[in-house]
């Protein structure tokens, strides 16, 4: 005969329903709100002060990080700590491209970088991380099975 042998699978671990409960059920605790404190009825201070307001107005105020003037160098010896085999950030760049990179384009990398730490706001694209699962087992048979790793920006 001429035809492939197939490979037929007639035993599982789980369903594909069983597997959606139990991550919905792993992963879910993580997603829903706390209850409120039991002895927190009024949103109002004792001047009559909108309470809640005001901290919120001092939460999201830029923290600027007073840090020793970042050079070239500085960037460079970071860079070369990598390993070229480090996959690729979110930024797009290779630890082995960013060890490449002329002075001057660091350089402008080097100066967004210091407008962030003075207080500036993250680029969008600079904030975002990517989350994979890798295995612990050699078949994981429960999300507790795997273990995240999230890859973040290489410029940084």
């Known amino acids: 005969r001429n035809t492939p042998p197939k490979i037929v699978q007639d035993h599982y671990l789980v369903t594909p329903q069983q597997l959606h409960e139990h991550s919905f059920q792993v992963t879910n605790q993580w997603w829903l709100r706390d209850p409120p404190a039991p002895n927190v009825t009024e949103l109002h201070d004792d001047d009559g002060d909108d309470a809640l307001l005001s901290i919120l107005n001092n939460v999201h ?42 002075q001057g384009i660091a350089t402008l990398f080097i100066t967004i ?44």
């Open 61 to 102: 105020r830029p923290l600027a990080l007073h840090l020793s003037p970042f050079s070239f160098e500085d960037w460079r010896v970071g860079v070369e700590g990598r390993k070229n085999a480090s996959m690729r950030g979110t930024c797009g760049f290779s630890a082995k491209e960013l060890k490449a990179l002329p």
């Open 113 to 156: 970088l210091r407008a962030i730490e003075a207080g500036g706001d993250w680029p969008k694209a600079r904030v975002v991380a990517l989350t994979i699962c890798l295995p612990k087992a050699e078949e994981p048979t429960s999300v507790l099975e795997v273990r995240p790793i999230t890859i973040l920006s290489m410029i940084y």
